[in-house]
């Protein structure tokens, strides 16, 4: 028994010992997770051959300043701001779309959605006092007495009279040479309107800017958030009658030296969007201020006609804040300023300027996109037209243009031929005389297609030429026929008419409209700008409700966009993007970037090359993770930088293990495409608003003769 049990405690010993040394004991060797061949890992931004889609919330400031309140239980009255009112105008949501190939077929999203969180602030009366003190400061009285009348800006003098007849109806003032902006004066004010404008005060649009920027701290808002000023003067015993006056340096033509900004039609009731220097810091503010004197630029002066356009359909216009609540025949009779403020902000500051579609694709040639752009003018001099230098400047094209994709390397080139043979053969289809045959009328576009397919040759030539190097092609016609019957158009941004790719643009200089004030330079920007993406701040998408407008019919108002820094405005304003276009332009390519990495890393998994992409999928991963934070953060540009990184991080290891990764190229494609029977795009010839994306002119006659106005 003593021995048995010895025995036992001494195995017991033993195993007690074994356990208790186990760092002599051989640990097993974790093995490697294996993962599938066809698996990049752990990603969190990146899906290969997914849209790359970012979702943000986004909030929006509304502040009032200067509008009467509803009471608590009372009516809101006709003049009044409702808050509660106002909210039921306004989108929750929005999801951009690449509008021209949407045309061709079921909307193209371009992956920046948004939610947005409205904040609604009233702005005290001890601000209402500073803000309205400082106007009263800044401002100049520019209306001049005469013979016992008052000479105004046109729109005042035209809303007096309920007339925009220089001819008949108005007196214009014979000023001395050096007072370059026109005035007008109204003899026998109409009996309709609910007051006569009697004085002018004019105050810098962009300082009024400054200032609300300046001073929103104030009200707890940060003047980085998007944010829309309403104004009201009118009611205070300090009110003046007032406009926004725009003669700075931005307005001044590039070639022709023609100030746009002391124009009488280019006095505003709005104005926002100045860029910043700073992009992390970038201010996003809008004002609109309907106690102002009527604007030229949204026939708001006349309240009298339904039918503005000539189309035969009512268009709504948003009139000054005195014809709300009266019973006079007036545009505002039985309308209530809280839900004409509503659409205001839903269809001009949300739709078009804080979160806009684009109108063509901002990648080029997916999933390939350009590193390199060359802004390619291609001059065609007709006879005894002014050399180049004098309506082109190449430099200011490219750099204004660079902004729009600061990452990539950008030059600009003037090629300079005769506008004779086949070219001025194909030019003269654009503008037939009534007893020319059509062109090509076998083709949708009668009048274009002779030209295009001249173009098309001409720019596959030059690319392959060129290889690594995306050509932006210009056609400028420096047309000296003074009988060309060119109507005014400056311009066209060109698609393919099968896909809705962009192509080239056209821009069109003739004695007229030389003489009306333009070059090429600011042209070639604007139409460049549509090449690249941009739309114009009047005419857009509206994705919750599905349409597409402009300004025309019950969206005619959305003209006000156009009274923004924005060289896309038709007001000859700004001859630089805007903070809006900036913003914009910044998240489509940061939604490009990623939506091309996926396609490549598509093509990789097709490759069954995986494994040897793995490691720099996941550090390009990383760095969109970081874009997109930026992103969240409103630092747009920063975003688009880094996602320009992890762009190059993943086409650049593709190419490196072998994978073949081609850009699309419309002018090798075209012609295939065609014989397949494309479905042709949507087109109106109308601005009015329509369900669903749709085609629409450059520009009607009704815009063009606002952009010629004195």
């Known amino acids: 028994m003593k021995v048995k049990a010895l025995g036992i405690a001494l195995l017991g010993a033993s195993l007690l010992a074994a356990c208790g040394n186990t760092d002599t004991q051989p640990q097993p060797k974790p093995q490697p997770e294996k993962l599938d061949p066809s698996s990049f890992g752990q990603l969190s931004t990146l899906q290969p051959g997914e849209l790359g889609t970012i979702e943000q919330k986004l909030k929006v400031n509304i502040v009032n300043i200067g509008y009467a309140a509803t009471s608590p239980g009372q009516v809101t009255g006709a003049r009044d701001l409702n808050f509660s009112s106002l909210r039921q105008e306004l989108p929750a949501t929005y999801k951009t779309i690449n509008r021209y190939p949407s045309f061709y077929g079921n909307n193209e999203l371009s992956g920046n959605n948004f939610t947005f969180d409205y904040n609604y602030v009233t702005a005290p009366k001890s601000f209402e006092d500073e803000f309205f003190a400082f106007l009263a400061s800044s401002g100049k009285e520019e209306s001049v007495q005469k013979d016992g009348l008052t000479y105004l800006n046109i729109s005042a003098a035209a809303y007096n009279c309920q007339s925009a007849d220089t001819q008949k109806v108005l007196k214009v003032l014979d000023r001395k040479p050096g007072d370059l902006t026109p005035l007008y004066a109204c003899p026998e004010p109409a009996g309709n309107i609910a007051r006569e404008i009697t004085g002018n005060w004019e105050v810098d649009g962009l300082a009024v800017e400054k200032w609300l920027g300046d001073n929103a701290g104030k009200l707890g808002i940060d003047p980085t958030q998007h944010t829309v000023f309403l104004i009201n003067w009118y009611g205070r015993p300090d009110f003046k009658f007032h406009s926004y006056s725009h003669e700075r340096p931005e307005s001044v033509e590039s070639d022709t030296g023609v100030d746009f900004g002391q124009r009488s039609s280019r006095r505003t009731v709005a104005w926002g969007g100045t860029p910043s220097e700073d992009q992390a810091s970038a201010r996003r503010l809008w004002f609109y201020d309907q106690s102002a004197n009527p604007d030229y630029w949204t026939n708001a002066w006349n309240i009298s006609d339904a039918d503005l356009d000539g189309d035969d359909v009512p268009d709504k216009r948003m009139p000054p804040i005195w014809e709300y609540g009266t019973r006079k025949a007036s545009a505002a009779y039985g309308q209530k300023i809280t839900a004409d403020l509503g659409q205001v902000v839903r269809y001009t500051a949300i739709d078009l300027l804080f979160t806009p579609s684009a109108l063509y694709r901002a990648a080029l040639t997916p999933p390939d996109m350009p590193e390199q752009i ?313 601005m009015r608003p329509v369900q669903g994306p749709v085609q629409r002119p450059e520009e009607t006659p009704a815009l063009r003769a606002k952009r010629l106005a004195p």
């Open 374 to 686: 060359n802004v390619d003018l291609a001059l065609e001099q007709g006879p005894d037209a002014p050399a180049s230098a004098r309506v082109v400047n190449p430099a200011v094209v490219r750099e204004r243009l660079s902004v729009l994709n600061p990452f990539i390397k950008w030059t600009a080139s003037v090629r300079e031929t005769p506008l004779s043979g086949d070219v001025a053969d194909a030019y003269k289809c654009f503008f037939p005389l009534p007893t020319d045959d059509a062109c090509s009328p076998d083709y949708a576009d009668a009048e274009g297609e002779q030209f295009f397919q001249l173009a098309q040759a001409e720019i596959r030539q030059r690319n392959q030429a060129t290889p690594g190097q995306y050509q932006l092609t210009n056609y400028l016609f420096n047309d000296t026929n003074a009988k060309t019957p060119n109507q005014g158009l400056l311009g066209q941004a060109i698609s393919d008419g099968v896909t809705g790719t962009q192509t080239m643009t056209l821009d069109f200089l003739t004695p007229a409209l030389n003489k009306a004030g333009y070059g090429f330079t600011d042209t070639a920007v604007h139409e460049s700008g549509h090449h690249l993406s941009q739309s114009h701040p009047h005419d857009g998408y509206d994705s919750e409700r599905y349409e597409d407008f402009g300004p025309s019919g019950p969206t005619n108002f959305v003209n006000v966009g156009d009274e923004v820094h924005s060289v896309m405005s038709y007001n000859n304003l700004s001859k630089t993007f805007g903070q809006f276009n900036l913003d914009a332009q910044y998240r489509y390519l940061t939604a490009a970037y990623l939506t091309n990495s996926n396609a490549i890393l598509q093509l990789v998994r097709n490759s069954a090359k995986v494994p040897e992409m793995r490691s720099a999928a996941q550090q390009a991963d990383r760095t969109f993770a970081s874009a997109l934070n930026a992103y969240q953060a409103r630092n747009y540009r920063a975003a688009a930088d880094l996602a320009h990184q992890g762009y190059r991080q993943v086409i650049d290891a593709a190419r490196q293990n072998g994978v073949s990764v081609e850009g699309y190229k419309w002018y090798d494609r075209v012609g295939q495409l065609s014989t397949e029977q494309p479905r042709a795009a949507r087109k109106v010839n109308h």
